[in-house]
């Protein structure tokens, strides 16, 4: 039996209230395809049936567990080249001119930690950094995707979508059919489980913040909220970079869009600056 309009609606509003994404009324197939797993672990080949339990029954952990089956998880190491690039020619250069400091970087919804350690490795191969260097938090509301992140192991298929071969032989190690980081790179990067719309990991203290491909899976007004809380993360002059296709909600009124290239950042405006 296919899922009900009243286990969808189940799964949607809790989907909404932990994660704050949003599932439209045609995304029926979605969350029995996405769901189809838990049940048969759960030993049933119904997803309807399945839901049906939880919404008697229920722990925190296949709570988690279902909401975490809901999010996107698609990330590549490099995706889109450009933004990493621009870190390395321009924005790393420029902000250690002015910190002469270490620079700390959030990697948000950080996935399985392709991006955050492809930002490691940006920095490595940006000379201006060999001085001072970076700290990179990644969080994600995914504890597997954590895990993975922290782990730093990745399939062969992995390392090929987007990591140069130069750098795969340059940063990881064999480590049976798949791939590690090395621990220099490892060590400049950390992990957590962590909610876009709780409290930043430590406010007002990144230089730099990627939140990139990310704010499409939202409504409107959780936008907001999500890019007002990056701001509060960023120090007055950081650098915030999101997805090609994406601009903050309030950008008109509070960040300038700074171009790099064939990419751009954003950084809060001059005015608004503490």
Same mark, same amino acid.
Not at 55 to 80: I, K, L, P, Y
Not at 209 to 230: E, M, S
Not at 236 to 261: C, H, K, M, Y
């Given at each position: 039996?296919?899922?009900?309009?009243?286990? *969808?609606? *189940?799964?949607?509003?809790?989907?909404?209230?932990?994660?704050?994404?949003?599932?439209?009324?045609?995304?029926?197939?979605?969350?029995?395809?996405?769901?189809?797993?838990?049940?048969?672990?759960?030993?049933?080949?119904?997803? %309807?049936?399945?839901?049906?339990?939880?919404?008697?029954?229920?722990?925190?952990?296949?709570?988690?567990?279902?909401?975490?089956?809901?999010?996107?998880?698609?990330?590549?190491?490099?995706?889109?080249?450009?933004?990493?690039?621009?870190?390395?020619?321009?924005?790393?250069?420029?902000?250690?001119?002015?910190?002469?400091?270490?620079?700390?970087? #959030?990697?948000?919804?950080?996935?399985?930690?392709?991006?955050?350690?492809?930002?490691?490795?940006?920095?490595?191969?940006?000379?201006?950094?060999?001085?001072?260097?970076?700290?990179?938090?990644?969080?994600?509301?995914?504890?597997?995707?954590?895990?993975?992140?922290?782990? %730093?192991?990745?399939?062969?298929?992995?390392?090929?979508?987007?990591?140069?071969?130069?750098?795969?032989?340059?940063?990881?190690?064999?480590?049976?059919?798949? #791939?590690?980081?090395?621990?220099?790179?490892?060590?400049?990067?950390?992990?957590?489980? %962590?909610?876009?719309?709780?409290?930043?990991?430590?406010?007002?203290?990144?230089?730099?913040?990627?939140?990139?491909?990310?704010?499409?899976?939202?409504?409107?007004?959780?936008?907001?909220?999500?890019?007002?809380?990056?701001?509060?993360?960023?120090?007055?002059?950081?650098?915030?970079?999101?997805?090609?296709?994406?601009?903050?909600?309030?950008?008109?009124?509070? #960040?300038?869009?700074?171009?790099?290239?064939?990419?751009?950042?954003?950084?809060?405006?001059?005015?608004?600056?503490?």
């Amino acid at each position: 039996m296919s899922l009900d309009t009243a286990s *969808f609606n *189940f799964v949607r509003d809790m989907v909404r209230r932990d994660a704050a994404i949003v599932l439209d009324d045609d995304k029926t197939y979605l969350v029995e395809s996405r769901l189809r797993p838990l049940a048969r672990q759960a030993g049933s080949e119904d997803v %309807g049936d399945y839901v049906r339990s939880l919404r008697t029954r229920m722990t925190q952990q296949t709570r988690n567990e279902v909401v975490e089956a809901m999010t996107t998880n698609e990330t590549s190491f490099f995706r889109d080249q450009e933004p990493f690039r621009a870190l390395r020619e321009k924005v790393f250069p420029d902000l250690i001119a002015a910190r002469r400091n270490t620079l700390s970087v #959030w990697s948000a919804a950080c996935s399985s930690g392709q991006e955050a350690y492809s930002i490691a490795m940006s920095a490595l191969e940006c000379r201006t950094m060999n001085t001072y260097g970076v700290r990179i938090v990644g969080t994600d509301i995914s504890a597997a995707m954590v895990a993975k992140a922290t782990s %730093g192991l990745y399939t062969q298929l992995e390392v090929s979508r987007g990591l140069p071969a130069q750098m795969l032989v340059k940063y990881f190690r064999r480590d049976g059919m798949g #791939w590690r980081v090395n621990p220099e790179i490892r060590a400049l990067s950390t992990f957590s489980t %962590g909610n876009l719309l709780g409290n930043p990991p430590a406010p007002g203290v990144f230089d730099i913040i990627f939140l990139r491909n990310v704010l499409i899976y939202f409504d409107g007004p959780t936008k907001r909220q999500i890019v007002r809380r990056a701001r509060q993360a960023l120090r007055p002059d950081g650098a915030l970079f999101l997805g090609t296709a994406e601009i903050p909600v309030d950008a008109a009124e509070n #960040w300038e869009r700074i171009s790099v290239g064939r990419t751009s950042y954003y950084r809060p405006r001059k005015e608004l600056r503490r």
